[in-house]
């Protein structure tokens, strides 16, 4: 209890002094200021304003430096990948040749869309699960085409174009992709990108829709791709049942925030062999194939609908999608730039750090803010993420890594010297080497941290870096114990 009356004493008696302090420290400044003033007064103009001048200048830059040190530089927004322009996809290929991104994969999709529009036909794509009957609808539509129809699901494994013209004569495309949900890897992928690529997406499907067909035509609709919902093998069921599920589909698709016409969601048959099983006369049964007549007049009416309508829309639509393709390739491409470009700093960092832990007289924990490797690392990945951190930001990612370090460094000692173990002919090596080994492990594992926060966040968040770094600090210790381990040898080897 006396303990507690001394305390609550002892802090109003250093509130008092801190009172007395200051008051006599604004009456000192005023004073100074107000004898300042009327000597200044008192004296030539050309002096009163040079004075004044000087302490608005000095006022300025104090503020300019404050700002600089505590409000954040200005990101550049993101790009928005909806809509671009031609001027605006190329500008970001220039942007990125220019510092190395290798673009070859964005630049084949502008020239393929080149080509494309070149041609002038139009581009219609059926797309949809495997089995669903697409080749049969292809087939249907151009009997002369050698369209591959196998009654076993996935007969098409590439994409493949059949030419076809209408009653109006205009010349149509009808591309036939693999089926999606197969069990080849990439088919999805190809099927779909040449979908986007398509002026119409004929989207086939033989009954409700699955949660995977519902994903598809949601990325479809995201590229502002026209759909045709059709519903094929339309003869397995009857009037009222294709009726029901016809509104289905519709109420699917509005569901999904879509906006496709009611006479553009059909009920097909695309016709084609069936096997059917027959008890034959000796009482036994057999396998035989029978022709199903084709029914697909509701689906030329729609496609002829939809080409009726002003085809300019139709070309600036695939023309955006092609574009927003481009930038997703162009991201990508970045993205494994930043990647590789990320590596090279890191291990040069790396490098570093295990020089300077060797020639170290008494190396310490503070080996990351002491010098200007942690510093230059941090700034040099930034940049590489096109972030721009306030340069508390990085002390401060720096300070609270340098405090993981203590309780990191025994950990980094054991895997160092069990990394230098591996190495025939070493033996058991302690000291220096592997003091430069652990270190060298902290800064890897430091800027593989950094880089997942700036993949993720898009800046440097000092709290979220280093949280990432004491998460993972033994997976990288691990995986990059050999490769640092050699590094130091071969630094001592020089």
């Given at each position: 209890m006396k303990l507690d009356r001394f305390i609550r004493v002892a802090l109003a008696a250093v509130i008092a002094l801190g009172f007395i302090i200051a008051t006599g420290a604004l009456l000192f400044i005023s004073e100074s200021a107000l004898n300042v003033w009327d000597r200044l007064r008192a004296g030539p103009p050309a002096i009163l304003y040079a004075y004044v001048a000087l302490m608005a200048l000095l006022a300025v830059a104090a503020v300019w430096l404050a700002f600089k040190l505590l409000v954040k530089k200005k990101v550049a927004p993101e790009r928005k990948s909806t809509p671009l322009s031609k001027s605006d996809i190329k500008q970001r290929l220039r942007e990125a040749e220019a510092v190395g991104v290798d673009t070859s994969d964005a630049q084949a999709e502008l020239q393929g869309l080149a080509?494309?529009?070149?041609?002038?036909?139009i581009h219609l794509c059926f797309f949809g699960e495997i089995s669903a009957g697409k080749s049969s609808l292809?087939?249907?539509l151009v009997p002369k085409a050698d369209v591959v129809v196998d009654v076993v699901g996935g007969s098409t494994d590439d994409v493949r174009h059949y030419r076809w013209r209408n009653d109006t004569g205009t010349e149509i495309l009808l591309t036939d992709v693999p089926?999606?949900?197969g069990?080849?890897?990439?088919l999805d992928d190809i099927a779909t990108e040449?979908?986007?690529r398509a002026h119409l997406v004929l989207f086939v499907c033989d009954s409700d829709l699955t949660r995977a067909e519902l994903n598809a035509i949601k990325l479809l609709l995201a590229f502002d791709k026209p759909i045709i919902l059709v519903l094929n093998k339309a003869d397995r069921y009857t009037a009222d049942e294709q009726a029901t599920l016809l509104q289905q589909l519709l109420q699917r698709i509005d569901a999904l925030g879509g906006d496709i016409h009611r006479d553009h969601v059909v009920a097909v048959s695309a016709g084609g062999e069936t096997e059917i099983v027959e008890r034959l006369a000796d009482g036994s049964e057999g396998i035989t194939r029978r022709e199903r007549a084709a029914d697909i007049g509701v689906l030329v009416v729609a496609i002829n609908r939809l080409l009726d309508e002003d085809t300019k829309p139709l070309d600036v639509r695939r023309e955006r999608a092609v574009f927003q393709i481009a930038a997703e390739k162009l991201e990508a491409a970045e993205g494994e730039y930043r990647l590789q470009r990320s590596e090279q700093i890191i291990r040069s960092?790396?490098?570093k750090a295990v020089v300077g832990a060797m020639a170290a007289v008494s190396p310490g924990t503070d080996i990351l803010v002491q010098g200007y490797i942690g510093t230059t690392m941090t700034q040099e990945l930034c940049r590489v993420y096109g972030a721009a951190p306030r340069d508390l930001d990085v002390e401060e990612f720096l300070?609270?890594?340098q405090s993981r370090v203590g309780r990191a460094l025994p950990l980094s000692m054991a895997v160092a010297g069990n990394g230098l173990k591996a190495f025939p002919g070493l033996g058991t090596v302690v000291g220096g080497l592997a003091h430069a080994v652990a270190y060298g492990l902290i800064f890897d594992a430091l800027g593989r941290s950094l880089v997942l926060t700036l993949a993720r966040h898009g800046e440097l968040v000092p709290k979220m870096a280093v949280k990432?770094?004491?998460e993972g600090i033994s997976e990288h210790l691990e995986a990059s114990v050999r490769r640092v381990a050699k590094m130091a040898l071969d630094e001592k080897s020089d």
């Open positions: 080509a494309r529009q070149a041609s002038g036909a292809i087939k249907a089926g999606t949900g069990h080849e890897d990439g040449e979908a986007k960092a790396t490098r300070s609270m890594g990432e770094f004491e």
